[in-house]
């Protein structure tokens, strides 16, 4: 992130503090709404394309994350940036009593999980909130575990987005990120950049009539930082035992860091 000046009383940014928005540097306080655009265009077609652009190895991702997460009988998950429900659903199929609260900040991808969940019978397990990543409208300490998935580096603030996870989090809790990395092996990193830069937007055309979307999905990986650096970030959060492990040839990572 970049950043010309704050506010020193207020600690907030001032009209002139820029970030990262893909390739492009914009004003902070218009991030946020370039990325709900991002969504609100593709949030009927965002699980098809998924399964497209990944061949289906998305599923094996979030697949994994679920393992990791372990759910116990009666965890309460709150799951960020999860709108349509990947993550909620697969969490409540591999719980027992699980309950689990989805917290996005866009309404349109918020619909189509309801939508889903109703279609799935978990209207009763799953509870769908409109809300800010860096600004949860939950108490502090009450979740049994905190997961976002291919959110995190489109929130404006990644450093408030893991105060607020630690913040509402129970002593003991986990928190779990599972999110693409800049990096994967050498002998990958030109196939990998010539398949996300010359195929994904022209794919995202096709299928949901929108380039300029996934052209930003494939910026804004490049853009986050390094898993060795993202887990200082944790970190620096006040987690511990804090460590990541690589999937796919480094294409993504799921991050782990615990409230204590």
């Not at 199929?93 to 309801?114: K, Y």
């Not at 002998?187 to 052209?215: C, E, H, R, W």
């Not at 887990?231 to 460590?243: E, K, L, P, Q, T």
Request: with cysteine; proline share 3%.
């Amino acid at each position: 992130m970049m950043s010309s000046s704050k506010d020193d009383k207020t600690g907030q940014a001032s009209a002139d503090t820029t970030t990262h928005f893909g390739f492009q540097t914009v004003r902070e306080s218009d991030k946020a709404s370039m990325v709900r655009g991002v969504f609100n265009s593709v949030a009927d077609r965002y699980d098809l394309m998924n399964d497209a652009m990944s061949a289906g190895v998305h599923r094996l991702w979030k697949d994994s994350l679920i393992n990791s997460i372990n759910p116990r009988p009666g965890m309460h998950l709150l799951d960020v940036a999860g709108g349509t429900g990947d993550i909620a659903f697969r969490f409540l199929e591999a719980s027992q009593g699980g309950q689990v609260t989805v917290c996005d900040i866009n309404a349109e991808m918020l619909r189509v999980g309801r939508k889903r969940a109703e279609d799935k019978g978990y209207a009763g397990r799953a509870e769908f909130v409109c809300g800010d990543a860096q600004k949860l409208p939950f108490g502090d300490r009450t979740k049994d575990a905190y997961t976002i998935a291919f959110g995190i580096r489109n929130v404006t603030r990644i450093e408030e987005a893991l105060a607020e996870a630690y913040r509402v989090l129970k002593p003991g809790a986990k928190f779990f990120c599972l999110e693409f990395s800049p990096q994967v092996v050498p002998v990958l990193q030109s196939t990998y950049d010539s398949y996300s830069f010359n195929v994904i937007p022209k794919m995202g055309k096709v299928l949901t009539g929108d380039a300029d979307s996934y052209q930003y999905l494939v910026e804004s990986i490049r853009r986050f930082p390094a898993p060795d650096r993202f887990a200082d970030m944790i970190r620096a959060a006040g987690f511990s035992r804090v460590s990541y492990r690589t999937m796919s040839a480094g294409v993504v990572a799921i991050h782990t860091g615990t409230r204590i």
